[in-house]
T-cell receptor
């Protein structure tokens, strides 16, 4: 149980185009999902908190108009990188929160490798 | 501020050796503590967790005990295998509301046959 998927697993795009990444909780409902960015050999950097049915909460320094987040249902959140540039190339990871047993636990997707040419 | 600190540098050891990765935290409250593992090219997998003081999380031969007196959550495994080679992240939640996680920098573990 507690499986989170991401699609696509990797994508290559041209500079100036937009890319959408999907994050799905496959066997549970998640009111809250998170989006992270990870640079090589570094830890995860939280980009935003995605809440079902409401606007995402962005971390300081993350451009909300560039990284559009939509949490349309309890099992799906999407991250759209608009007008992508080479500096947006990174590994993007989402997580979904499972509530139970007196605590909330985040389960992570396998990540999406974005390369912008 | 509230944070997680992991020991510096990669860890290289031989198969069947004992593994310890240190993790300490700074928090004003009582966070939940987690260890996540990341294999090359993949996302993070929850390895184990503990939600209150003196709790011991365990999974796949790994253990970690929530020590409030030393604010630590060190990860241990008695006999590592080559397949344990990965990056290990210590994390805590419950400090900022909305279940946000604070991560340590991670430790690369390389197990040599």
């Amino acid at each position: 149980g507690a499986v989170v998927s991401q699609h696509p697993s990797w994508v290559i795009c041209k500079s100036g185009t937009s890319v959408k990444i999907e994050c799905r909780s496959l066997d549970f409902q998640a009111t809250t999902m998170f989006w992270y960015r990870q640079f090589p050999k570094q830890s995860l950097m939280l980009m935003a908190t995605s809440n079902e049915g409401s606007k995402a909460t962005y971390e300081q320094g993350v451009e909300k108009d560039k990284f559009l987040i939509n949490h349309a249902s309890l099992t799906l959140s999407t991250l759209t990188v608009t007008s992508a540039h080479p500096e947006d190339s990174s590994f993007y990871i989402c997580s979904a929160t499972l509530t139970g047993g007196g605590t909330d636990t985040q389960y992570f997707g396998p990540g999406t490798r974005l390369t912008v040419l | 501020g509230d944070s997680v600190t992991q020991m510096e540098g990669p860890v290289t050891l031989s198969e069947e050796a004992f593994l310890t990765i240190n993790c300490t935290y700074t928090a004003t409250g009582y966070p939940s503590l987690f260890w996540y593992v990341q294999y090359p090219g993949e996302g993070l997998q929850l390895l184990l967790k503990a939600t209150k003081a003196d709790d011991k999380g365990s999974n796949k031969g790994f253990e970690a005990t929530y020590r409030k007196e030393t604010t630590s959550f060190h990860l241990e495994k008695g006999s590592v295998q080559v397949s344990d080679s990965a990056v290990y992240f210590c994390a805590l939640s419950g400090l900022y509301g909305n279940n946000r996680l604070a991560f340590g920098k991670g430790n690369q573990v390389v197990v040599i046959p």
